[in-house]
């Protein structure tokens, strides 16, 4: 990416994060996917109950893997063997998660949350349940 785009980029995106804490929603800004993981270390705590909605974003950035590392109670839909069972049952206890990690379909500039969902876990997570979410 040129410089100029770059700094578009940069002041769209602070624009939009400034957007989001007026809405009553915290927001970070990094410039690359390697800053993603030492950021969240920062606002989880170690032990902390977490679960997750299927996302690329947080696999490709490594958020995955962190929550997978041991270092959280991580209610893994993913894990192997589960049956549809299994997976129906961490979803409910997701709701009571200390924090639920999920990514957003779009982020508008207006600081507007919008997510689709196939069966409603993810939205139904981040709307009602987790004591903190992260986008």
């Not at 991580?74 to 192997?80: E, I, K, N, S, T």
């Not at 009571?96 to 957003?104: E, K, L, R």
């Not at 919008?114 to 876990?121: C, H, I, K, M």
Request: proline share 3%; aromatic share 6%.
């Amino acid at each position: 990416m040129n410089e100029a785009l770059a700094y578009v980029v940069a002041q769209r995106m602070e624009r939009t994060a400034a957007a989001l804490r007026k809405n009553n929603m915290e927001a970070y800004c990094v410039k690359t996917a390697d800053e993603v993981v030492p950021l969240v270390k920062t606002l989880l705590a170690e032990g902390a109950t977490v679960g997750a909605g299927g996302s690329m974003t947080l696999e490709e950035c490594g958020v995955m893997d962190l929550l997978r590392s041991g270092a959280y109670h991580f209610l893994d839909r993913g894990a192997p063997g589960l049956t549809p069972e299994d997976i129906g049952k961490i979803y409910r206890q997701i709701f009571s998660a200390d924090c639920y990690f999920a990514s957003a379909n779009a982020v508008t500039e207006a600081g507007e949350i919008l997510n689709v969902d196939g069966n409603a876990n993810r939205v139904a997570a981040i709307t009602f349940g987790p004591a903190s979410v992260i986008l």
